[in-house]
């Protein structure tokens, strides 16, 4: 069974930086995008940041030259580097990684909370 583990979630201020990390285990088979989303109490789960095994990268407008989706292919560990956070970044990060059978596999979600 793959199980995405996500880390680095926690409270920093308006401002700050915060880094989320993911890493898979389990026969994964052949990864072909890993990406970050994030749930605010209230509000539909949505995307963030993906990145394809080429390194092709899609962003949300919101946080456009703020975060940063990297991965390591042979670790199969993607990252999220978040600068300048804002209040409105508040919430609970899912890690997603999905394999070339498009089997889609979640991590338990981290929480992530900027103050103001």
């Known amino acids: 069974q793959v199980q995405p583990v996500e880390s680095g979630g926690g409270l920093v201020q308006a401002g700050g930086s915060l880094k989320l990390s993911c890493a898979a285990s389990?026969?994964?088979?052949?990864?072909?995008?890993m990406g970050w989303y994030r749930q605010a109490p209230g509000k539909q789960r949505e995307l963030v940041a993906q990145i394809g095994n080429g390194g092709s990268t899609i962003y949300a407008d919101s946080v456009k030259g703020r975060f940063t989706i990297s991965r390591d292919n042979a670790k199969n560990t993607v990252a999220l580097q978040m600068d300048n956070l804002k209040p409105e970044d508040t919430a609970v990060y899912y890690c997603?990684?999905?394999?070339?059978?498009?089997?889609?596999?979640w991590g338990q979600g981290t929480q992530v909370t900027v103050s103001s």
């Open positions: 389990g026969n994964i088979f052949s990864v072909v995008v």
């Open positions: 997603q990684i999905v394999n070339s059978r498009l089997n889609s596999y």
